[in-house]
């Protein structure tokens, strides 16, 4: 026979009971799975949550809540695909975006060639937390493939890595534009 529980004990793991089942709900939404008693707590896919938690993946932060629920949603379809797909580089400010054009033109001879990879910060998709760059490659190829499903396009021909929520899921992605320099 067990020993009788403090009432403090029991409301404190009760407590801490249903602290993880609340998780584990945020955590089905967020992936479109079953919860613990078999609903799916789902947005649809042409509407982001009010507040997309970033949780173990910082890299998310400051992004567009769009962008950001329909890549949490290809990366769980990727995961079950076996494939590690992450955010390299998400939300960037206006100084670190500057930064890096100063390093491309540095690296590159002029401003011109600089602007085939990196655009100013008045022009970046990155500043306006509505790029991201993703990674590995072998995940990146799955995306190439599968992100129209998740309204998730690749953007440049020379730069695979760099993502944006472009059509609704479901939709056909645009062709490539050969590099940075054609926006604008």
Known sequence: MSTPQHPAETHRRLLVLVVVAAVVVVIAAVLGRPG??????QEPLDRAPAAVPTGEQPELAGLDPVL??????????AAEDGYPLRVTSGARTAQEQQRLLDEAVEEHGSPEAARRWVLPPEQSAHVQGTAIDVGPAESRSWLAQHGGEFGLCLVYENEPWHVEALVEPGGTCP??????????
């Not at 613990?36 to 707590?41: E, F, R, S, Y």
């Open 36 to 41: 613990p008693l078999g609903a799916v707590a």
């Open 68 to 77: 950001t629920a329909r890549f949490l949603r290809a990366q769980a379809a």
């Open 175 to 184: 062709a490539l534009v050969p590099d940075a320099s054609a926006v604008g």
